[in-house]
């Protein structure tokens, strides 16, 4: 550990100046580099302290309902909530402002770094979302008798051949956690191979799963008509889906779409991307219905995550530009599958669970999604199982909030 600490530490002084020019070079500023440096004044927190870290914006979603239940449950303790990325910064913030008593950066696995980070946050226990290997943190953690969880944790198969590769290495840092607990029995068994203690390793299942079905009830007169649901649409999305929606409305006359964009500012631009076409529309402020419309806008605040109730498949947004894809789990809760285009790394994970079964589908390119939509509505068979494998996969992935707190109450 002492040599990986020396090297680290020079390779890091030397490193640093380069990659932060390069940085600057590219427009891309290195934010949060005090905080990694472990150069920032936290609030007095006492010394009863639960730390979360999620990296970027995946895993600060996940730990988003797991965070709000230790605040229930551990009221004496104090929350720290840290990230390695700005935009995970920025979700965390918006998220937590009002539950964590502290957000800031995690920091550089570089032992002075980690040491002023310590120091100053001393936590009572650490828990890590998805699979984060920092060697110097863990041994910090482990000398300080600090407990370290990694918690949802999975393992892709490129990483786990890297990993593999230094298992020997991998073997040592590992035996510094106190608890591994995966997504997986898949997940467990990597972990388990490159030297993590099968004693300590267990299976949680997947936090994002953690989901409630709105109770809200929803009219919009379907009249047995089959509802497509387009949520949280970014800028060229719309074009793509209302150029399928029109082609598949020649082929299935009972079809509608919903419409959802992200940002209800361009409610604008997609009227204006409608008014050559011939479809009647309408927007949900003016209580429009299916009756009239081959396509109602939700123009509104709030309300995505029940319209999914009343869908019979939705696509994903944010999945056909680099944002990264929204949370599919709000359509797979009413057992409605799901389509998303390429770019869902928010969301891997879910999507890799999903895809195991006729649950959710990654296409590469709008014919594919055009073809896979098709699909859905014109293979009844094929549509009801994708739908029985959503409320399959769900009740499967269930439970894992639960097990976490439990492991807390244990250790505290």
Same mark, same amino acid.
């Given at each position: /550990?002492?040599i990986?600490?020396?090297?680290?530490?020079?390779?890091?002084?030397?490193m640093?100046?380069?990659?932060s020019?390069?940085?600057?070079?590219?427009?891309?500023?290195?934010? #949060?580099w005090k905080?990694?440096?472990g150069i920032?004044?936290?609030?007095?927190? &006492?010394?009863k302290?639960?730390m979360y870290?999620? $990296?970027?914006?995946?895993?600060?979603?996940?730990?988003?309902?797991l965070?709000?239940k230790?605040?229930? $449950?551990?009221?004496?303790?104090k929350?720290? $909530?840290t990230?390695g990325?700005k935009? &995970?910064?920025?979700?965390?913030?918006?998220k937590?402002?009002t539950?964590?008593d502290?957000?800031?950066?995690?920091?550089f696995?570089?032992?002075f770094?980690v040491?002023?980070?310590?120091?100053?946050i001393?936590?009572?226990?650490?828990?890590?979302?998805?699979?984060?290997i920092?060697?110097?943190?863990?041994?910090q953690?482990?000398?300080?008798?600090?407990p370290l969880?990694?918690?949802? &944790?999975r393992?892709?198969d490129s990483?786990?051949k890297?990993?593999?590769?230094?298992?020997?290495?991998?073997k040592?840092?590992?035996?510094?956690?106190?608890?591994?607990?995966?997504?997986?029995?898949?997940d467990?068994?990597?972990?388990?191979?490159?030297g993590?203690?099968?004693?300590?390793?267990? $299976? /949680?299942?997947?936090?994002?799963?953690?989901?409630?079905k709105?109770?809200?009830?929803?009219?919009?007169?379907k009249?047995?008509?089959r509802?497509i649901?387009a949520?949280?649409?970014?800028k060229g +999305?719309?074009?793509i889906?209302?150029?399928?929606?029109?082609?598949?409305k020649?082929k299935?006359?009972?079809?509608?779409l919903?419409?959802?964009?992200r940002?209800?500012?361009?409610?604008?631009?997609i009227?204006?991307?409608?008014?050559?076409?011939h479809?009647?529309?309408?927007t949900?402020?003016d209580?429009?219905?299916?009756?009239?419309?081959d396509?109602i806008i939700?123009?509104?605040?709030?309300?995505?995550?029940k319209?999914?109730?009343?869908c019979?498949?939705?696509?994903?947004?944010?999945?056909f530009?680099?944002?990264? #894809?929204?949370?599919?789990?709000?359509?797979?809760?009413y057992?409605?599958p799901?389509?998303?285009?390429p770019?869902?790394?928010?969301?891997r994970?879910i999507y890799?669970?999903?895809?195991?079964?006729?649950? #959710?589908k990654?296409?590469?390119?709008?014919?594919?999604?055009?073809?896979? /939509?098709?699909?859905l509505?014109?293979?009844?068979?094929?549509?009801?199982q994708?739908?029985?494998?959503? +409320?399959k996969?769900?009740?499967?992935?269930q #439970?894992?909030l639960d097990?976490?707190?439990?492991?807390?109450?244990?250790?505290?």
């Amino acid at each position: /550990m002492i040599i990986y600490e020396i090297l680290s530490t020079i390779l890091f002084i030397i490193m640093m100046p380069v990659y932060s020019l390069i940085r600057i070079f590219n427009g891309k500023f290195v934010y #949060g580099w005090k905080e990694k440096l472990g150069i920032f004044n936290p609030p007095d927190l &006492g010394n009863k302290i639960i730390m979360y870290h999620g $990296v970027s914006v995946g895993e600060v979603i996940a730990l988003e309902n797991l965070i709000k239940k230790t605040k229930e $449950v551990f009221t004496d303790y104090k929350i720290v $909530v840290t990230t390695g990325t700005k935009t &995970g910064q920025e979700i965390a913030k918006k998220k937590f402002s009002t539950i964590a008593d502290y957000i800031t950066y995690f920091p550089f696995d570089i032992r002075f770094c980690v040491n002023n980070f310590l120091k100053k946050i001393h936590p009572s226990v650490v828990l890590i979302a998805e699979t984060e290997i920092w060697p110097t943190f863990a041994y910090q953690c482990k000398k300080r008798n600090i407990p370290l969880l990694t918690i949802n &944790g999975r393992i892709s198969d490129s990483t786990y051949k890297l990993y593999k590769t230094f298992k020997i290495f991998f073997k040592y840092i590992l035996k510094n956690y106190t608890e591994i607990l995966t997504q997986s029995e898949e997940d467990k068994n990597k972990l388990i191979a490159i030297g993590a203690q099968p004693a300590h390793t267990h $299976v /949680m299942k997947n936090l994002k799963f953690d989901i409630k079905k709105s109770i809200e009830t929803v009219d919009l007169d379907k009249h047995g008509k089959r509802i497509i649901i387009a949520g949280s649409t970014h800028k060229g +999305e719309d074009e793509i889906i209302i150029n399928a929606f029109v082609n598949l409305k020649q082929k299935f006359p009972d079809i509608k779409l919903l419409l959802a964009p992200r940002h209800i500012q361009r409610v604008p631009q997609i009227k204006d991307t409608l008014a050559p076409l011939h479809l009647s529309y309408g927007t949900r402020s003016d209580n429009s219905s299916f009756i009239d419309n081959d396509l109602i806008i939700l123009d509104t605040l709030g309300e995505l995550s029940k319209m999914y109730s009343i869908c019979d498949f939705a696509f994903i947004g944010g999945s056909f530009n680099k944002t990264g #894809g929204h949370n599919p789990l709000e359509a797979i809760v009413y057992s409605k599958p799901v389509v998303s285009g390429p770019s869902i790394h928010n969301f891997r994970d879910i999507y890799w669970i999903l895809e195991r079964s006729k649950a #959710g589908k990654v296409v590469k390119t709008p014919q594919e999604l055009e073809n896979y /939509m098709e699909k859905l509505l014109s293979d009844k068979e094929f549509y009801d199982q994708a739908c029985q494998d959503c +409320e399959k996969v769900f009740k499967d992935q269930q #439970g894992a909030l639960d097990t976490v707190i439990t492991r807390l109450q244990t250790i505290l």
